[in-house]
Protein backbone atom coordinates (compact mmCIF):
# COMPACT_ATOMS: atom_id res chain seq x y z
CA UNK A 1 0.00 0.00 0.00
CA UNK A 2 1.53 3.15 -0.73
CA UNK A 3 2.22 5.43 2.20
CA UNK A 4 0.24 8.27 2.95
CA UNK A 5 2.30 12.04 3.99
CA UNK A 6 0.52 14.52 5.17
CA UNK A 7 2.32 17.98 4.04
CA UNK A 8 1.57 20.96 6.10
CA UNK A 9 0.52 23.83 4.95
CA UNK A 10 1.38 27.03 6.34
CA UNK A 11 -1.51 28.91 4.18
CA UNK A 12 -4.94 28.87 3.99
CA UNK A 13 -5.90 27.91 0.90
CA UNK A 14 -9.51 29.24 0.46
CA UNK A 15 -7.85 32.57 2.17
CA UNK A 16 -9.14 34.53 -1.19
CA UNK A 17 -12.57 32.84 -0.94
CA UNK A 18 -12.85 33.31 3.48
CA UNK A 19 -12.44 37.26 2.85
CA UNK A 20 -14.39 37.57 -0.39
CA UNK A 21 -16.85 35.61 2.10
CA UNK A 22 -16.56 38.11 4.87
CA UNK A 23 -16.76 41.02 2.68
CA UNK A 24 -20.64 39.76 1.30
CA UNK A 25 -21.75 39.25 4.80
CA UNK A 26 -20.04 42.37 6.10
CA UNK A 27 -22.58 44.09 2.98
CA UNK A 28 -25.48 42.11 4.08
CA UNK A 29 -25.03 42.87 7.56
CA UNK A 30 -24.71 46.73 7.15
CA UNK A 31 -28.26 46.86 4.54
CA UNK A 32 -30.02 44.46 6.96
CA UNK A 33 -30.25 41.76 4.09
CA UNK A 34 -31.15 38.34 4.78
CA UNK A 35 -29.79 35.63 2.69
CA UNK A 36 -30.09 32.50 2.37
CA UNK A 37 -28.78 29.62 -0.10
CA UNK A 38 -30.64 26.76 -0.96
CA UNK A 39 -29.33 23.88 -2.62
CA UNK A 40 -31.19 20.60 -3.48
CA UNK A 41 -31.41 17.85 -5.90
CA UNK A 42 -33.52 18.64 -8.61
CA UNK A 43 -37.19 17.73 -7.77
CA UNK A 44 -36.29 18.20 -4.23
CA UNK A 45 -39.06 21.16 -3.55
CA UNK A 46 -36.47 24.23 -3.85
CA UNK A 47 -38.79 26.12 -6.11
CA UNK A 48 -41.92 25.33 -4.05
CA UNK A 49 -40.52 26.44 -0.62
CA UNK A 50 -39.39 29.65 -2.67
CA UNK A 51 -43.02 30.12 -4.29
CA UNK A 52 -44.83 29.30 -0.92
CA UNK A 53 -42.36 31.88 1.15
CA UNK A 54 -43.17 34.66 -1.30
CA UNK A 55 -46.63 33.91 -0.86
CA UNK A 56 -46.44 34.29 2.80
CA UNK A 57 -43.66 36.95 3.21
CA UNK A 58 -44.49 39.31 -0.03
CA UNK A 59 -46.29 41.82 2.03
CA UNK A 60 -43.38 42.07 5.03
CA UNK A 61 -40.75 42.06 3.09
CA UNK A 62 -38.95 43.28 -0.14
CA UNK A 63 -37.25 39.66 -1.89
CA UNK A 64 -35.31 38.57 -5.16
CA UNK A 65 -34.49 34.95 -5.61
CA UNK A 66 -30.78 34.73 -7.64
CA UNK A 67 -30.87 31.48 -9.33
CA UNK A 68 -27.49 29.90 -10.16
CA UNK A 69 -27.03 27.73 -13.36
CA UNK A 70 -23.71 26.50 -14.55
CA UNK A 71 -25.57 25.88 -17.28
CA UNK A 72 -26.51 28.83 -19.84
CA UNK A 73 -28.28 27.06 -22.69
CA UNK A 74 -31.40 26.77 -20.25
CA UNK A 75 -31.29 30.92 -19.22
CA UNK A 76 -33.46 32.28 -22.27
CA UNK A 77 -36.42 29.16 -21.07
CA UNK A 78 -35.80 30.32 -17.68
CA UNK A 79 -35.99 33.74 -17.62
CA UNK A 80 -38.99 33.71 -19.69
CA UNK A 81 -40.64 31.07 -18.23
CA UNK A 82 -43.83 30.28 -15.89
CA UNK A 83 -41.01 29.81 -12.65
CA UNK A 84 -39.85 33.35 -13.05
CA UNK A 85 -43.40 34.70 -13.96
CA UNK A 86 -44.46 33.19 -10.64
CA UNK A 87 -41.78 34.86 -8.73
CA UNK A 88 -42.40 37.81 -9.85
CA UNK A 89 -46.01 37.69 -9.76
CA UNK A 90 -45.64 37.62 -5.99
CA UNK A 91 -43.62 40.90 -5.95
CA UNK A 92 -39.82 39.35 -6.24
CA UNK A 93 -37.32 40.38 -8.27
CA UNK A 94 -35.77 37.83 -10.02
CA UNK A 95 -31.85 37.40 -11.28
CA UNK A 96 -30.46 34.73 -12.78
CA UNK A 97 -26.57 34.15 -12.86
CA UNK A 98 -25.06 31.83 -15.05
CA UNK A 99 -21.76 32.03 -17.16
CA UNK A 100 -21.36 32.86 -21.03
N1 LIG B 1 -45.06 15.41 -1.32
C1 LIG B 1 -44.42 16.58 -1.47
N2 LIG B 1 -44.16 17.00 -2.71
C2 LIG B 1 -43.50 18.18 -2.85
C3 LIG B 1 -43.10 18.95 -1.73
N3 LIG B 1 -42.44 20.05 -2.20
C4 LIG B 1 -42.47 19.96 -3.54
N4 LIG B 1 -43.13 18.85 -3.94
C5 LIG B 1 -43.37 18.41 -5.33
O1 LIG B 1 -42.14 17.91 -5.84
C6 LIG B 1 -42.02 18.27 -7.22
C7 LIG B 1 -40.71 19.02 -7.45
O2 LIG B 1 -40.76 20.23 -6.72
P1 LIG B 1 -39.97 21.55 -7.17
O3 LIG B 1 -40.31 22.61 -6.16
O4 LIG B 1 -40.23 21.87 -8.60
O5 LIG B 1 -38.45 21.08 -6.98
P2 LIG B 1 -37.08 21.76 -7.45
O6 LIG B 1 -36.64 21.05 -8.68
O7 LIG B 1 -36.12 21.52 -6.31
O8 LIG B 1 -37.33 23.23 -7.67
C8 LIG B 1 -43.24 19.08 -7.59
O9 LIG B 1 -44.17 18.21 -8.24
C9 LIG B 1 -43.77 19.55 -6.24
O10 LIG B 1 -45.16 19.77 -6.29
C10 LIG B 1 -43.39 18.45 -0.43
O11 LIG B 1 -43.08 19.07 0.61
N5 LIG B 1 -44.06 17.26 -0.36
MG1 LIG C 1 -36.97 24.43 -9.44
Known amino acids: MAEIRLIDIKEDILSDNQALAGQIRDTLR ?3 IFLM ?3 ASPGGGKTSLILQTLRRLKDKFRMAVIEGDIDSRWMPKKSSGKTSRRFRSR ?10
Not at 91 to 100: S, Y
Open 30 to 32: NHR
Open 91 to 100: RAVFVILTRP
Open 37 to 39: NLM
